[in-house]
């Protein structure tokens, strides 16, 4: 499934977040695509709501990735400071790329050879004019 939608402000964006997050099965690997400030990280905000998560998720960038409980466990990783997939693995990463149980969403899965092409959902943010975004959602 394709489709591309237009998030005018950061609140569409969470709410395209809230659409996926509640569709989403146990398993499952989210990559997030799209340059720093499009919206990676407020698209993953809504995510986690779908998955009816009450804690605040905020940027894991030092942490490289972050657990919250909910409707499934939801793992938000940022590989922006991962070159590799070895790099992962040296800090336990890798089992969650897919998940065992619960969700992982990656930010900068392109940093890493073969992740995009291994995940169930894929999001593709481009920055438009007056912090509008086009968002294209492919699931496969
Ligand atoms: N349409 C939009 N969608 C998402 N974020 C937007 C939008 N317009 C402005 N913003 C702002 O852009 C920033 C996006 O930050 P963030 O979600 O952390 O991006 P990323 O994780 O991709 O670096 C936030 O400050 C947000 O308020
Ligand atoms: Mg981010």
């Known amino acids: 499934m394709d489709k591309t939608i237009i998030a005018r402000d950061p609140i569409e964006m969470e709410e395209i977040g809230i659409e996926i997050g509640e569709t989403l099965t146990d398993g499952t690997l989210v990559s997030l695509v799209g ?8 698209l993953t905000k809504g995510i986690a709501k779908g998955l009816l998560i009450t804690e605040v998720v905020t940027s894991p960038s030092y942490l490289l990735a972050r657990t919250y409980a909910g409707r499934l466990v939801l793992h938000h990783i940022d590989a922006y400071r991962i ?13 969650y790329l897919p998940p065992e149980a619960g969700v992982s969403v990656i930010e900068w899965p392109e940093r890493i050879d073969g992740l995009v092409e291994r995940s169930d959902v894929h999001v593709r943010i481009e920055l438009l004019e007056e912090g509008a975004r086009r968002v294209h959602v492919t699931r496969r």
Do not use: N, Y
């Open 35 to 42: 340059p720093l400030g499009s919206g990676k990280t407020t």
């Open 83 to 95: 070159g590799s997939l070895a790099e992962f693995a040296e800090v336990g990463l890798d089992d």
